[in-house]
C-alpha cells in the first residue's frame, strides 16, 4: 500500500510501505478521502518540525470503511463506513480528570503527534471510531472532522437563537462556524479581506462585510440593529482581526478564540471591562461535537460541494498541498486514498 | 449643611452649601459616611476632568438615613437607615434593553457623572435606596458599595464550591473579592507584591504569595494540586498581575477583570486557545449583588474593622484623600458626614 509522507524541507514522498494488521483494541481502516488543513500545512512548512517525527503520515480528516478489526474489537464490522475523533488522551492530567480529556495536558493528536490518514490502510484504535450513516457519501464525509471544529466552537459562544453573530474571517473553519451558527439560529455576517472568500460566503448566503473598508465596524453595529453582535468568531489569527472581532461586540457579547495566535496579541481590555464582554479559548471537539457533525453533514445542512475545492489522487499528494497553500479561492482539498465504495 | 467639593488642580474644599428639598421620586439622606474609592483617587488626580463637571461633589459608597421624603415617595420613612446604588441608566439603550441596564451605555454613575455622597445633606432618587438592617451600625455599612463590585465579581466568575481562585492584588477590592469567594465556598489565594497588604490578607486567613518571588508561578500549580486555579481575578490593574492571573489558570480556567486597564495589554492568546480558558469583564454591580452584600456585611463575613484603615470627618475630607494617596498600609478611608445615630 501507498503512503504520502511529510519528509521534511517543505517536500511530501508518496512511498510503498507495508500494511501492519491492527493491533488489539484497533481497527484497519481503508481511507477513501483525506483533509488537507491549515495545521497540515504548517507541518509541511517546518514549522512544528520540533513536535512532528519526520518522516510523518499527516492527515486527521477522514473517512473510510472498515477493512480489519484487531483482537477485542466489538461493535464494529468489516465494511462500515467510519471517520476519526483523532484524539488520543491520557486520562489522568488534570485536564482529563475534571471532564476536559479534548483538551488533555498530553494530548497525541493523530496525524501530527502518530500516523495520519494520508495512506491506504490506517490502524486506528476503535475508541476513536465515529459511525457514518451507509446513505453518506464518503467525499463530503471527510469534512466531519472541520465541521466538528465549528460545532465545538459555536457551542463555546453558547449561542441562543436569533442572535446576531459575525464570524471573522471566511476560510474553511471561519464558513463552517457561519453555517453551524445559521442553522443553530443565528443572523450570521462574514467579515473577510479577500475577495474570493467574500464571495463564497454571499453565495452561500450570509451577508458579507469587508471589515478593512471605511467604516466597516460601525456597519456591523448598523446590521446588528444598533447593538453590536453577541457573538465573535475570531478565525482570521491576525491582530487586525481580533481587534475587528472584539470592536464589533453588543455590551455582554462573547468572543470565541479559533485562530492560532503564536505572538502575544494586544487587547482592549478597557473595552472587555466596559461592556462586560467575554473571550473564551476553543480548542477541537468533544465526541457530542463529532456527532452532531456528522448529522450536520449527513442532513444536508453542510455545502460540501461549495467547500471541496478539489479532490487529488494519493499519488500527487504533494498537489493538494500546493493547491492549498496557493490560497486564492481554495477552500478545501481532499486526497483520494482509496475507493469509494 | 457642608459639602466637600474636587475644585480642580487636585484639590478639595469644604465648602457650606444650602440643602434643598428633595424633589419628587427623591429622598434626602442625612449621610452618615462616605467611602473614598480609587476612582475618586483618579478624579482627584484629574484624570477624568473629561467626565467630571468641576466644581464636583464625590462619593459613592455611602450610608445613611433617610431625612426626608419627596413627592410620591413610598415604603420608605425618615430615620430608615439606606445606602444607595449609585446607577441612573436610560432604560432605552441595547444593554439596558438587554437587561444589562447597570452597564447602560448612558450610565450615570452617581458621584461621579452627577453629585456624590461627601455632603451631608443628599438627595437621590428613591429607586436607588436600598434597605439597611437597624441592627447594623452605619460605618462598616459604607463599605456595602464595594462589597457589591466583589459578589458581582465572583458572580461572573460562575465560582463553584471547593474550586481554587486566585485573587492578584490585594487593595479593598480585591480582599473584598477574596472574601466574597471564600464565603461562597472557594479555596484563595491571595497574590500582591506589596509586602503590608499581603500581611493583611495572611492575617485574614488567606494563603499568600509574593508574584515577583522567583517562580512564583508554579508555586499557584503546586498550591492548586498541579492543576492550576479555576479562577483568578485580575485586580492589580497592571501588565504583570494579568500575565500572572492567565498563567496561573487550569484547563478551563475563567479569568475575571476586574482592574481597570486604560492601555492596551498583551496577552498570551495561544494559551487561552490551548487551555480553552475565559475572559470576562466585569463591571459595577446588578441590585441582587448589593443586596447580597448588605447580608455578607451585616452577617460578619467581611473584616470591617480591618478593612477600615481611617474615620476623618468631612471638615477635613481633603486629608483622607491624602491618606489613601499615601497607599502603604491605608486599605478604606470613610469620611463621618454625619450622625451615626
Known sequence: MYAAKYVGRGAIAVV?????????????????????????????HGAMDTRVSVPAILGHEMSGRIAGLGAGVTGWAVGDPVTVMPLCWCGS???????????????????IDSPGALQQRWNVPAALLVRLPKTLPLAPAALVEPTAVAVHDVRRAELVPGEAAVVVGAGPIGLLIACVARIEGARVLVTEIDWLR????????FDVLDPAAPGAVDQVDDWAAGAGAAVAFEVSSSQAGLDFALRSLAVRGRLVVVGIHPPRREIDLHRVFWR???????R??????????????????????????????????????????????????????????
Chains 1, 2 share one sequence.
Open 276 to 282: 462586560e464582554l467575554t473571550l473564551a479559548g476553543a
Open 284 to 341: 477541537v471537539y468533544q465526541r457530542p461535537d463529532f456527532e452532531r457533525a456528522v448529522e450536520l453533514v449527513a442532513g444536508g445542512g453542510i455545502p460540501t460541494e461549495t467547500l471541496i475545492s478539489r479532490i487529488e489522487p494519493l499519488d500527487t499528494a504533494e498537489a493538494a498541498f500546493r493547491c492549498l497553500e496557493s490560497g486564492q479561492g481554495v477552500m478545501k482539498v481532499l486526497v483520494k486514498c482509496g475507493s469509494d465504495g
Open 198 to 205: 467574500r464571495e463564497t460566503a454571499a453565495r452561500l448566503g
Open 16 to 44: 510503498e510501505v507495508e500494511a501492519s494488521p491492527p493491533a488489539a483494541a484497533e481497527v484497519q481502516i481503508a481511507v477513501a478521502y483525506t483533509g488537507i488543513c491549515g495545521t497540515d500545512l504548517h507541518v509541511l
Open 93 to 111: 492530567c488534570p485536564a482529563c480528570q475534571s471532564g476536559n480529556s479534548h483538551i488533555c495536558q498530553q494530548l497525541n493528536f493523530v496525524g
